[in-house]
């Protein structure tokens, strides 16, 4: 079992950063957030695998938002800059064990921390 807490959420305006921190008490391969905004679905917004190697962005965010890793603390980060509205979400941290076919299984989840943006 391996368990996920986030840290960072908070509110800010429009054109801000904030980073957000989720911390695993174990090893884990693959490691992403998620967010949902009220009324709708959840999304993937990045992932990063445990090499480093690779790494995945939803294209509303590329270029603004860097998740990083690091592996000796099983620590995950979130940079997100020049936050928008639309970016206002309940964010999720996620680890995966293993490799799975679909990218959007994972095997345990953090408790969310909210992100509010105001105009």
């Known amino acids: 079992q391996v368990q996920l807490v986030e840290s960072g959420g908070g509110s800010v305006q429009t054109g801000a950063s904030l980073r957000l921190s989720c911390a695993a008490s174990g090893r884990t391969f693959t490691m992403g957030w998620f967010r949902q905004a009220p009324g709708k679905e959840r999304e993937l917004v990045a992932s990063?695998?445990?090499?480093?190697?690779?790494?995945y962005y939803v294209d509303s965010v590329k270029g603004r938002f860097t998740i990083s890793r690091d592996n000796a603390n099983n620590t995950v980060y979130l940079q997100m800059n020049s936050v928008k509205p639309e970016d206002a979400a309940v964010y999720y941290c996620a680890a995966r064990l293993g490799r799975y076919s679909n990218p959007l299984t994972y095997d345990y989840w953090g408790q969310g921390t909210q992100v509010t943006v105001s105009s």
């Open positions: 990063i695998t445990r090499s480093l190697v690779a790494t």
